[in-house]
């Protein structure tokens, strides 16, 4: 019998992450797309923006400095060569796997041994090439989430719908993207102006007001995500709009503060404690394909849980 079809009352947090890894169990194929994706980012070509980061570093730190904001707004120069070694050695084609609904991977846990293909030296090029592999790595995921999504509500999946689905949930997303995009700006934007226009006054006032918005935003961050943590659920179970999708998140969070909060941070505490453990393993080849495998087992059934969880909330709230 499928979930919808079952009498619904509120699950806890443990049986919809024991549901959860059985949706992902029962449906091996969509368990497979995070290891093709490892194995991609492990082993496959990469390409570098090393030229583009040196230069954009470089004059990031010139611009500054003799502006007088170096102490303000520039990182210590220890903390700025760390910054600029691991950008330079970023694979742009873990962009791939860098979006609000991408396929979940491992890669950070290993260091990639597949050949440098190229270099890009252009911000233009560069953005061009992390669009790109944005659009394939969100289309990816609205695969990867839409399967988990239709197995939860239906019991199912429906491969010719899920195709159909696919233009329409890229979409939707997409639009929550540009609008989280949006938000920082909207508010950042006159906040960084202040902040510029204080600073020729008094650079100390600068950075105290510069710290206390700081704060402020991080908690505002944190809430946020919290808020709206089953916004991808509500597109892919309840094949939502993008506001509606939004709305519903806040109002299932709101409504089960606690146990909402219960599931968000026991996956968080799971999700980071086992990539503490494949960054263990995967000190071989061997190891690298246990931690791979692993890791998509495990990301695919907390993804599943927490649609899991929304499901249930939702039918409770229609039944009441």
């Known amino acids: 019998m499928s ?19 059985e949706a992902a169990a029962r449906t091996p194929w969509v368990i497979g797309l995070p290891v093709l ?9 990469q390409l570098s923006a090393a030229p ?22 520039a990182p210590p120069p220890e903390a700025l060569e760390a910054i600029r070694e691991a950008l330079s050695r970023f694979n742009l084609f873990g962009a791939l796997a860098l979006n609000l609904v991408a396929v979940p991977s491992s890669a950070p846990a290993r260091p990639a041994l597949g050949p440098v293909v190229g270099a890009i030296e252009q911000p233009l090029p560069a953005l061009t090439v992390i669009l790109a592999l944005e659009t394939v790595g969100m289309a990816l995921g609205c695969v990867f989430l839409g399967a988990l999504g239709q197995r939860v509500r239906a019991g199912s999946v429906d491969l010719r719908a899920l195709l159909a689905s696919l233009p329409r949930f890229w979409l939707r997303f997409a639009l929550i993207v540009l609008a989280l ?24 006032v600068a ?3 510069g710290t206390m918005v700081l704060v402020a935003a991080q908690v505002a961050t944190v809430w946020l995500a919290l808020y709206l943590f ?4 509500a597109v892919v179970v309840s094949d939502l709009g993008a506001r509606a999708a ?18 968000i941070l026991l996956s968080f505490v799971i999700a980071q404690g086992m990539f503490q453990v494949w960054s263990w393993i995967s000190q071989s080849d061997v190891g690298s394909l246990v931690a791979i495998a692993g890791h998509a087992y495990v990301a695919s059934g907390l993804a599943a849980a927490s649609m899991v969880f929304y499901w249930n909330r939702v039918q409770h709230e229609q039944e009441a």
Not at 37 to 45: C, I, K, N, T, V
Not at 181 to 203: I, Q
Not at 250 to 257: D, E, G, H, L, S
């Open 230 to 233: 089953f916004m991808v659920d």
């Open 52 to 73: 583009l980061v040196d230069r954009a570093l470089s004059t990031y730190a010139r611009l500054l400095v003799p502006r007088g904001l170096g102490e303000l707004a």
């Open 246 to 263: 939004v709305e519903t998140s806040v109002r299932i969070v709101a409504r089960n503060f606690w146990p909402a909060l219960g599931i």
């Open 207 to 209: 950075q105290a007001i």
């Open 37 to 45: 994706l490892d194995l991609f980012l492990w082993r496959g070509p």
């Open 181 to 204: 995009l949006a938000l920082p700006l909207v508010v950042g934007l006159p906040a960084g102006l202040l902040l510029a226009a204080t600073a020729l006054l008094s650079p100390s």
């Open 3 to 21: 979930a919808a079809q079952e009498k619904q009352t509120r699950i806890g947090v443990i049986e919809a992450l024991s549901r959860g890894f």
